[in-house]
């Protein structure tokens, strides 16, 4: 029932902005865990950005190769999960994923596609 569709994805030059969303459709979740994932062609999924929520506390931690780069954020209202790339470069290309956790159980999205490529 729970579904998470990403979006946003494209073909941008070196150097550009994109910004991808997640939105969760069907009945509200109250994750404590929400994650942006990459995989690149013949390369392992790897998690470059994750919020976390531990009672009233929200953390957020990066992969070293975002770090300064990508922002995740997550608003509530919406159900929505968001990472904001700036200065994309060619190592950034890879499907993206979206994931969220709770009650032991991860989630996962279709996936978009992002290109940087001059």
Request: glycine residues 12%; charged residues 25%.
């Amino acid at each position: 029932q729970i579904q998470l569709v990403e979006s946003g994805g494209g073909l941008v030059r070196p150097g550009d902005s994109l910004t991808l969303s997640c939105v969760f459709s069907g009945h509200a979740v109250n994750f404590t865990t929400m994650r942006w994932a990459r995989q690149a062609p013949g390369k392992e999924r790897e998690v470059v950005a994750a919020v976390v929520d531990r009672g009233t506390r929200r953390g957020k931690g990066y992969k070293n190769a975002v770090e300064g780069r990508f922002t995740i954020s997550r608003d509530d209202a919406k159900n929505t999960l968001y990472l904001e790339m700036n200065n994309l470069k060619p190592e950034d290309t890879a499907v993206y994923y979206c994931s969220a956790s709770a009650d032991g159980s991860e989630y996962w999205g279709q996936g978009t596609q992002v290109t940087v490529s001059s």
